[in-house]
């Protein structure tokens, strides 16, 4: 059963049939899918950058300059977040839409690794990922769970200062990364872009890259953002984890229906 979808009121339901119907979905992700996880973002309500400034904290020049100020304003906060944050509803959704067959790359601009947890099978990580510390010194990886912040900052067996795997402000995107996401953004039909204020390059730049190849952009926030009703045809305004569950069970009942 084909629903016309401009005959369709409720913006969920038009958002399920356009997923129903796709044949390449990719999903944009940011900070604001694991605030229901209990790990606040950086920008808009609770946002840490409005409590600390991400230049002084959360740049490769700040690092370098005073490791163990970055560790302690920053580093070592997220730590603990990140140790008991648990994947929720929208990460999980995210994971049945790839078991429909509806969705085959995560391309997420979080560390948190919630997206693998919850088993979504293929992530591309933006920015890096949180879960493993490098030396500074040798380049030897350090999973962050087995490193002791007794002692600030960590440092490595051969002596050198431990650092996030992470992207800081002032550096690069992983190659591979940055070269697979401009493919699957130009490859795909629909874009869901879910919790990110779009804020950042390049990342910011995938939903442009996708509607230019003439992908739908459904877009899942509380707010409105630079994208929205420019770039992101469909916005559903709300918190992913209320409405990630109910998209899935309208693609579902699609899926279900021929
Ligand atoms: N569900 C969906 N979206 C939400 C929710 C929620 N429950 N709560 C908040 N949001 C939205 C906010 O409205 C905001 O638009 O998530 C977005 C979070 O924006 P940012 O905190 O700027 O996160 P992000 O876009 O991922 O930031 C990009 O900036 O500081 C760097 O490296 C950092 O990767 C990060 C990058």
Do not use: Y
Not at 48 to 74: G, S, T, Y
Not at 148 to 158: E, G, S, T
């Amino acid at each position: 059963m084909m629903i016309d979808p401009n005959m369709l009121s409720d913006p969920i339901e038009r958002a399920a049939d356009i997923l129903s119907q796709a044949k390449s979905v990719v999903a944009l992700t940011g900070a604001g899918i694991s605030v229901e996880s209990g790990i606040p973002p950086f920008r808009g309500k609770g946002g840490l950058w409005e409590k600390m400034d991400p230049m002084e904290v959360a740049h490769i020049d700040a690092f370098i300059e005073n490791p163990e100020r970055v560790w302690n304003l920053l580093i070592k906060e997220m730590k603990t977040v990140l140790d008991r944050a648990r994947p929720n509803p929208a990460h999980t959704g995210l994971v049945d839409l790839e078991r429909l067959g509806k969705l085959a790359t995560v391309i997420t601009q979080n560390v948190d690794g919630l997206h693998q947890a919850a088993g979504s099978s293929d992530v591309i990580e933006f920015h890096g990922n949180f879960a493993w510390q490098r030396c500074t010194e040798c380049g030897q990886l350090h999973p962050t769970a087995e490193v002791d912040i007794a002692r600030i900052p960590p440092q490595c067996d051969c002596g050198g200062i431990l650092r996030p795997d992470c992207v800081f402000f002032g550096e690069m995107i992983p190659t591979e990364a940055m070269v697979r996401s401009q493919q699957i953004s130009s490859g795909c039909d629909v874009m869901l872009v879910i919790g990110t204020s779009a804020m950042v390059q390049p990342a910011a730049s995938m939903p442009f890259i996708a509607r230019e190849n003439g992908a739908r952009i459904i877009e899942i926030n509380p707010e409105p953002t630079p994208l929205t009703g420019r770039i992101s045809n469909l916005p559903l305004m709300g918190d992913a984890g209320r409405i990630m569950p109910q998209l899935v069970e309208a693609v579902k009942e699609r899926l279900d229906s021929p």
